[in-house]
């Protein structure tokens, strides 16, 4: 089955505790990007990678680290993770930027 | 600038009755393509359809259509013959040529009434 795979979940951690939200497609596909989503603020875009060794900040990269070493994978790194960074995460990939995107189930962070 | 704007935060529509939401943008590039998505409550995005900047008729997929109007910058969500199934967050989204950023709106919160 075709997906995008979050984990965790679910995460609730302190303040400073570094932190690693995993990703990974199973579609071959070369865009991949991570979003942010807030009451009100809709998803903001933290990370995008057009491909293999290839990221590039969104609109909300501060206090966010990626990578992407192999295709199918783009984790999101909270070196230092701050309350305000407790949000709703979503990874999502697509074959090029242009077409629409999968998105994963979300993974819920609270920071305390 | 904000590049996309949703003005209804939220709607109540009555099942069965035509919805129409609402989604403005703004650029500069003559080519550019635009995303809507639904969020129920579960929370996962779900792609709804998409309409390109060069697209010489208005996207259509079942129930979803988009009412592409480029003059006024506008990419509004019609769905037709509601039902209580629709109800859920939708998003507009953005992604203009030359950017491989995607841009969402802030969302419309749609309830479907019985």
């Known amino acids: 089955e075709a997906q995008v795979t979050q984990n965790p979940r679910y995460l609730i951690t302190v303040t400073g505790k570094k932190l690693t939200v995993t990703c990974s497609q199973n579609m071959n596909h070369e865009y991949m990007s991570w979003y942010r989503q807030d009451p009100g603020l809709g998803l903001r875009q933290i990370y995008y990678?057009?491909?293999?060794?290839?990221?590039d900040k969104g609109d909300v990269p501060e206090g966010y680290k990626v990578s992407r070493k192999e295709k199918r994978n783009f984790p999101l790194i909270l070196e230092s993770p701050s309350p305000n960074q407790t949000s709703l995460y979503f990874c999502?990939?697509?074959?090029?930027?242009?077409?629409?995107?999968?998105f994963g189930d979300g993974t819920r962070l609270s920071i305390l | 600038a904000q590049k996309i704007t949703q003005t209804q935060p939220g709607m109540f529509v009555q099942e069965k009755e035509a919805v129409t939401l609402d989604c403005t943008y703004d650029t500069s590039d003559p080519s550019y393509g635009l995303f809507w998505y639904k969020q129920p409550s579960s929370g996962e995005m779900i792609f709804l359809i998409y309409?390109?900047?060069?697209?010489?008729q208005n996207a259509t997929e079942g129930r979803y259509s988009l009412n592409f109007q480029k003059a006024r910058k506008s990419a509004n969500l019609v769905i037709s013959a509601s039902q209580l199934g629709d109800s859920a967050m939708y998003f507009c989204?953005?992604?203009?040529?030359?950017?491989?950023?995607?841009?969402f709106g802030t969302g419309t919160r749609l309830t479907i009434i019985p």
């Open positions: 999502a990939s697509s074959p090029t930027e242009n077409q629409p995107q999968h």
């Open positions: 309409q390109g900047s060069y697209d010489q």
């Open positions: 989204a953005m992604r203009d040529e030359g950017n491989e950023k995607l841009t």
């Open positions: 990678s057009m491909n293999v060794e290839v990221t």
